[in-house]
């Protein structure tokens, strides 16, 4: 969930900024911001499908806490980590 709203709050303030400054004053401005726009939900799109897919069997994300299924999934703290050194260096 963290992941998710981080990049919904960048999202979300760069729909801000496209309110405040009219695509009349500033058309190069709005194409930058959709840009970031488009590739911020890009990664977090990207980054939710390794989060869920780095387990094996899929289904082993939601149902590892009981401790009764068999299954493995990547270190997912070491995938935080990385996620927070690329997006907020």
């Known amino acids: 969930m963290y992941q998710a709203t981080i990049s919904m709050t960048k999202v979300s303030i760069i729909l801000l900024y496209l309110r405040i400054f009219p695509k009349e ?27 869920i897919a780095g387990c094996k069997p899929i289904s082993f994300f939601w149902t590892q806490w009981d401790g009764q299924q068999v299954g493995h999934c990547v270190d997912n703290r070491l995938v935080v980590f990385i996620d927070g050194g690329v997006r907020d260096p």
């Open 25 to 51: 004053i500033a058309p190069r401005f709005h194409r930058i911001c959709w840009t970031i726009n488009v590739i911020l939900v890009a990664y977090a799109l990207a980054f939710m499908i390794q989060f």
